[in-house]
């Protein structure tokens, strides 16, 4: 009991490896403990050492790990790994996770089948997670008689606009008859998605020609500049959320760059930040631009590049082949994998990772450096 405690004082703290030591030691003592093994995975995968996580965690699941979290965090550790083969299999306990949201009508699940009929993909998570897996639309388009995509409010005509969608719903509205259903996170399952076969065509999200021209013309007066769009926090009731989202100071840092124009497509509760740092003159807020998904995207199309944390948004400058360069905190989330600079998901994407837990002025000393680099 007394390593698993400081086991999990130092997860608590941040120091995983540490703390994934001092689990080894109560495992040692109690091999048989469930919740011992899960601790110490999660520790190991928290530390981004999800190889040596899966063997704990499964253990965790043979052992029934009471806490019920063994089996999701297994998913999520193979995934990181590349282990996509058992990933995609395993992520299916998410349903049945005490966080997850119920799957939707689960006797009409898709097996991935053929169907003469309708096919309803629902998002199921974040709307990052929404860009990111209606790239599958156009493949399950090839295997039903019509698809219609379960959607986020505000990201109705921009998904209208993906390959293999014939009508878009917003989430909470009854859908009209279908023959299928399918949660979006679902489709590499199906799809027997590996690193070597992840569909990569890129852009599949694009904003009306009306909505790109209209912000070309806005964005005029700054052709001799690099427009740079910046993000700095996500989701606040994120479970990662202090971990990914970015002090806005560190931004200021990139006008230090000669020939740089800063625009924010920051929205929510965090985008005062800017305001309150007294150089709001010198910074973009596209914010009152950008009601609906399909304004940020046209935002976007104006831009020589994008600078986010780990959001919504650098989803949306990657699946519309936008360079992006998505800062990421050292557990970052399964998607980007380990150690990787770039993204089999978004070949636009440069990643720049802490190197050490809650490091972001690191980070940023590269990225600045990176920025200087351009032509």
Known sequence: MQWSNIGITLRDLDRFDEGAQAMAQACALA?????????????LLKAMRPAEAVPCLDR?????????????????????????????????????????????????????????????????????????FVRYAAMARKRCSRLVLRTHKGSESLMRRV???????????????F??????????????????????????IAPGEEAREQVQKLFAPLQSLKKVGIVWAGNPKHSEDRRRSIPFAKFLELLA?????????????????????????????????????????????????????????????GAMGKPVWILLSHTADWRWLTQREDSPWYPSARLFRQSTPGDWDEVFARVVAALKALP
């Open 257 to 317: 760059v000669p020939g740089t124009a800063l625009i924010s497509l920051q929205k929510g509760p965090r985008v005062t930040e800017a305001a309150e740092s007294g150089v709001v003159g010198l910074i973009s807020d596209m914010q009152r631009r950008m009601e609906t998904l399909e304004d940020t995207a046209a935002q976007i199309s104006g831009l020589d590049l994008v600078i986010a944390c780990d959001t919504a948004v650098a989803h949306l400058a």
């Open 179 to 204: 023959d299928a259903v399918l949660g979006l996170l679902s489709l590499p399952r199906v799809f027997g998605t590996r690193l070597a076969t992840i569909p990569a065509d890129i852009p599949y």
């Open 31 to 43: 091999p048989e403990n469930a919740k011992y093994a899960f601790r110490q995975g999660h520790c």
């Open 163 to 177: 390959a293999g969608v014939d009508a878009v719903i917003v989430r909470g509205e009854t859908p009209p008859p």
């Open 60 to 132: 965790a699941v043979t052992l029934q790990d009471p806490e019920g979290d063994a089996a999701l965090t297994l998913a999520l550790a193979l995934l990181t790994d590349g282990q996509f083969e058992r990933g995609w299999d395993a992520y299916e306990a998410r349903w049945k996770h005490k966080t997850s949201i119920a799957e939707p009508w689960p006797e009409k699940r898709w097996d991935g089948r053929p169907i003469e009929g309708t096919l309803l993909l629902s998002a199921e998570q974040g709307l990052g997670d929404t860009i990111h």
